[in-house]
């Protein structure tokens, strides 16, 4: 790869395991397979997007390259490399300790879910975006005083509000001050989990609006993890459909989206519901019962006991992501037999011209 | 559905009138409804479609009269079912029509179940109180509901607590003790939103199909989401500020939204067309509960506003055969009507 | 989940090593030790069992035989180093010998198990009243949050909390006690001296009216907590999701304050049973010394000032017993009214 088109961060190989402990020694008798072995890249200034159910293992995919997993779980398990192209060079990150994480902390920022509990509501707006410059700067406090307020003013709230406490500000402002604090440390890749789900559906095209225009402004890198396929579609150059641990499907967001391979990437794509009451859900796949926990995941492929077109081969061994056309990567090896009725899922709903 | 003869033929089972219901909030009174009016017909799947504050979820407890009082209190308005009106009832008289005639499913299925009960017990609980029963007769009838509903080995898991349930399996079972009692309405508050995807098409799907098997009931479902509501209503609410501000059938209201707060939702839903282009967002904050203005409550955030708006607020409209809209700028083109 | 609790079994093993070696050492190096109680206890005996201010002076003047001393010193153990005392102490134990206390002369075992009845009497009694009252109090205190009754049985049961019980004990039986102003229950005492002629039912009221005082002093600060308790966790659960389902389900407010969100409310409080046995059993040295009850409390107490370390250990082991399997209880408890509770 020419240095031009370097990823930013790459992703090989990508285990996260939290033991869990039993028995009258308190031995290791199993573990959650969060992520199983998940391997992707993420271009300077692009979009990843990550969808999955819950269970999935999205969110910690997200926690893994942020590098916040020891500090919830000490005892996690880690392996495979997440290398992120740094301007020192290309480091390692995974499982790095909380000191050799602290000069590459500032490249990387995370982006909440809930805009109520992500922020401390003993600090003052000001106090919780200057704290990643205290860590990561040493500018002065005048200075540091001058970026707050441009930040605020950039994610479109006003710069006298940096002297109030976060429970004076509806979801969407609290949101905006999250990302503020995300910008602050001038990060090249934001990790950005749900960041809309728990806004208002009138706030959450706001929020959107503002990511994209800061990924232009900032050459930000977003890997954004979320549920909602159209917003994840909307924002993303490519997008990794993950379930129990591992990607199913990865492609660039046309192809994912509109020409999905995967038997479980086409029943999450029609299982969406359409903002259009003409829309024709007789096509969709029903998929039977829930998602197995990651303590017990079936052998062979993770989705085959919900799986329409599974079959005996299907238990044996994991499939691997192939390429099935122009970079379009599906782990399922039998994904070009039909499904019977709507072979490719109806996408034709949301085109409602605005 | 659309046409408009059988639209007039349409029974009526539920009629809510000028509802008002307000919430004391550190000794100011939050009217979280002011005037809400509307039907519910028979065979019908009725969506009530809003953001937070708008008062949707305070109109579902208020049928119910679940309104915790204090702080709340329902001020005023009348809901007519079955010939009556439930707010002139005493309590009795509501405990039977709760869970037997109207019943009500929430949004949090793995709260909304108490943990330490069997789900055998606390589904046969619903018609043992409503009904003369043998409690191994409601057993049996909890089999029946239960597998009705889609729970595997229904007989097998009667005697499993909640917490041995999934997300999508624990609301199964809420429509269940929801349905036991053959209710003539069932009003579900978010049914679907903490669940995934696949298992919210699974229980939109269940619902509409209990729907269409049982004559006569209607189901109001309350929802953020016009997608769910595209994919499920036959007509649609949408409350903003405590107010109904649009009442369509759903192919009017996606086809000719004359609300601007109704175009302004439609219009920040992402498309394939707009992919990666900025998105036509609603401007501003919902605001707080105390916090909406006087006259129209969308003037703070409506495109088209107009000196008028802030004034006074607009009356709600019939603007087609069934099509009511509440604002100023459409009220000169329909005669003033009743929902 | 049986792992979980043979696990927490086995751990009461080294829990229990701990303390008992903590405090055995302890009692090796606090001066004043049996040793030297008993020769003054000699001393006394060989001055006519005059004691008093006089005996100081003698002390230096009589030698204890040396034959004796070490033979007592061999009994405690005191001629070995002290991990080899420990060790013997604890082979003892094993075989259930606790060792002789040296002031009454008797097992200590015997010694223990002769006042266990007394201080358990009152401890039940107490703690089935606290529970008896306070657990429909609560109840009464949520229902009516924020009214009058709640704020004053709030300013009751906390002016109660924050007297001692022995101080209760001490107003209670001047007002009532012996006729300074009424004379309605004797002054002390577990049971009049001539109990045994009464006839059944003056054997009844004889050991009510001698119940009654030491019983509100014991229970007297158990009411504010368990009250408190009560009432918030009965507060916590009326707001949870599924007392508005029971609600929309057509459920009388009774069935469902009283079945639903009580049944919930009364995890927490069922599992502060397993925790109660050792205070059942504890007794209290104040208050039993006001009411003058020979019971665990004051023997524990005596024990510790005269040095009687044998029952000092054996009041401890049956203790820290106590106290390890009232965890180990409670733990057990939650499993049987939580069904969600499954410990791995």
Redesign the interface.
Same mark, same amino acid.
């Given at each position: 790869m020419s240095a031009d088109t370097r990823p930013l961060i790459s992703v090989r190989d990508l285990k996260v395991h939290f033991p869990v402990y039993?028995?009258?020694?308190?031995h290791q008798v199993g573990a959650v397979k969060a992520v199983d072995g998940v391997s992707f890249d993420l271009a300077p200034g692009k979009v990843l997007g990550l969808v999955g159910e819950s269970g999935s293992g999205k969110t910690t995919v997200g926690r893994a390259i942020a590098n916040l997993l020891r500090a919830t779980s000490p005892d996690v398990h880690l392996e495979g490399t997440i290398s992120l192209d740094t301007p020192s060079g290309v480091v390692d990150v995974n499982g790095l300790s909380r000191k050799a994480m602290m000069p590459h902390r500032s490249a990387v920022q995370m982006i909440f879910q809930d805009p109520y509990s992500s922020l401390n509501p003993r600090m003052t707006v000001q106090g919780l975006i200057q704290r990643p410059l205290d860590l990561h700067t040493d500018l002065t406090d005048a200075e540091k005083l001058d970026r707050v307020r441009a930040l605020l003013g950039r994610v479109g709230l006003q710069p006298e509000y940096a002297n109030r406490y976060p429970h004076e500000f509806s979801g969407g402002q609290r949101q905006r001050i999250g990302i503020a604090r995300a910008l602050a440390t001038q990060p090249s890749l934001i990790i950005a989990d749900e960041p809309v789900s728990a806004l208002d559906v009138s706030v959450q095209a706001q929020v959107i609006n503002l990511m994209l225009e800061l990924k232009e402004e900032f050459s930000l890198a977003y890997l954004f993890v979320a549920h909602d396929l159209s917003v994840v579609y909307h924002i993303s150059d490519r997008i990794a459909v993950m379930y129990l641990g591992n990607i199913v499907e990865l492609g660039d967001a046309d192809q994912v989206y509109r020409n999905a391979r995967h038997p479980y990437s086409r029943a999450l794509l029609s299982a969406v519901p359409v903002a259009d009451p003409r829309h024709d859900t007789s096509g969709r796949i029903q998929l039977e019962g829930d998602i197995p926990t990651p303590m017990a995941k079936p052998s062979g492929c993770g989705f085959r006991t919900r799986c329409p077109i599974a079959r005996e081969e299907c238990s044996l061994d994991i499939p691997i992501l192939t390429d099935c056309g122009e970079g379009h990567l599906v782990a399922c090896p039998f994904h070009d037999e039909a499904f019977g009725v709507g072979a490719t899922p109806a996408r034709e709903g949301n085109q409602r011209d605005s | 559905m659309t046409d408009v003869t059988n639209k007039a033929a349409a029974e009526t089972v539920l009629e809510v009138r000028d509802l008002h219901t307000c919430f004391d909030i550190e000794g100011e009174s939050a009217w979280a409804v002011s005037g809400v009016s509307f039907d519910v017909h028979a065979d019908e799947f009725l969506g009530i479609v809003g953001e937070s504050g708008s008062g949707k979820s305070v109109t579902a407890l208020s049928i119910?009269r679940?309104i915790p009082d204090p702080p709340g209190k329902i001020a005023r308005g009348e809901i007519h079912f079955g010939g009556r009106d439930l707010l002139s009832l005493d *309590?009795?008289e509501m405990?039977?029509?709760?869970?037997?005639e109207i =019943?009500?499913i929430?949004q949090?299925p793995m709260?909304?179940?108490?943990?330490?009960?069997t789900i055998g017990m606390q589904v046969a609980?619903?018609l043992r109180?409503?009904e003369e029963i043998s409690a191994a007769e409601a057993r049996a009838r909890a089999v029946e509901v239960l597998t009705q509903v889609g729970i595997p080995d229904a007989a097998k898991r009667l005697d499993d *607590?909640p917490?041995q349930f999934s997300g999508g399996m624990r609301q199964r079972v809420?429509i269940a003790? =929801?349905l036991i009692c053959r209710p003539r309405i069932l009003i579900a508050d978010e049914p679907t939103t903490a669940l995934d995807v696949t298992i919210q098409a699974q229980i939109l799907d269940l619902m509409k199909e209990l729907l269409a098997s049982r004559r006569g009931s209607s189901v109001i479902l309350i929802t953020h989401d016009l997608a769910v509501v595209a994919e499920t209503c036959q007509r649609v609410i949408v409350m903003y500020g405590g107010k109904t501000q649009e009442i369509a059938d759903i192919e009017d209201l996606f086809d000719d939204p004359r609300h601007p707060y109704t175009r302004g939702l439609l219009d920040s839903i992402p498309t394939e067309q707009n992919k990666g282009k900025p998105l036509h967002a609603i401007p501003g904050n919902v605001p707080g509960i105390l916090s909406f203005p006087a006259g129209c409550k969308y003037c703070t955030r409506c495109p088209e506003v107009i000196e008028r708006c802030k004034i006074d607020g607009p009356p709600l409209v019939e603007v087609a055969p069934g099509h009511h809209v509440r604002c100023h700028l459409v009220e000169d083109q329909g005669a003033e009507g009743s929902p | 989940m049986s792992?979980y609790f043979?696990?927490r079994l086995?751990l009461l093993i080294p829990t229990f090593l701990g303390i008992t070696m903590l405090v055995f050492t302890v009692t090796r190096f606090v001066p004043g030790g049996p040793i030297e109680q008993m020769v003054m206890k000699m001393q006394m005996s060989s001055t006519g069992g005059e004691g008093g201010s006089g005996s100081g002076d003698m002390a230096t003047s009589v030698e204890l035989p040396s034959a004796v001393l070490a033979e007592l010193e061999k009994a405690y153990h005191f001629d070995k180093p002290i991990h080899q005392a420990y060790l013997l102490w604890l082979a003892d134990l094993v075989t259930l010998n606790l060792g002789k206390s040296y002031k009454y002369n008797i097992p200590v075992h015997e010694l223990i198990f002769s006042r266990f009845p007394v201080s358990i009497y009152f401890g039940l009694i107490g703690f089935t009243l606290a529970y008896l009252v306070c657990i429909p109090l609560g109840v009464l205190k949520a229902i009516r949050h924020g009214g009058v009754f709640d704020f004053a049985s709030s300013a009751t049961v906390f002016i109660g909390y924050s007297i001692p019980g022995w101080a209760l004990g001490g107003i209670l039986l001047v007002l009532f006690g012996g006729g300074s102003f009424w004379d309605l229950v004797p002054l002390g005492d577990f049971r009049s001296a001539n109990w045994e002629e009464l006839s059944t039912w003056g054997k009844v009221t004889d050991q009510l009216h001698h119940t009654l005082l030491p019983v509100l002093a014991y229970a007297v600060g158990s009411f504010a907590t368990l009250t408190v308790l009560m009432k918030n966790s009965l507060m916590e659960n009326l707001g949870?999701?599924?007392v508005?389902?029971?609600?929309?389900?057509?459920? @009388?407010?009774r069935?469902v304050i009283m079945l639903?969100a009580l049944?919930?409310s009364l995890?927490p409080i069922c599992t502060g049973l397993g925790h109660a046995i050792s205070l059942i059993m504890a007794g209290s040295y104040l208050i039993e010394k006001v009411f003058n009850i020979d019971g665990i409390g004051y023997l524990g107490y005596t024990s510790i000032i005269e040095r009687d370390y044998a029952v000092v250990m054996g009041i401890l082991v049956i203790n820290t017993f106590l106290i390890l399997l009232g965890n180990i209880l409670s733990d057990v408890l939650y499993v049987l009214?939580? @069904?969600?509770i499954r410990f791995?």
């Open positions: 039993g028995g009258i020694l308190r | 119910m679940l *309590y009795r405990h039977k029509v709760r869970g037997r =019943a009500m929430f949090e709260t909304s179940l108490n943990p330490v009960f609980e619903t109180h409503h *607590y917490h809420m003790m =929801a | 792992a043979l696990r086995l949870q999701d599924y508005r389902t029971a609600f929309a389900k057509g459920l @009388p407010e069935r639903h049944r919930n995890i009214v939580d @069904p969600r791995s």
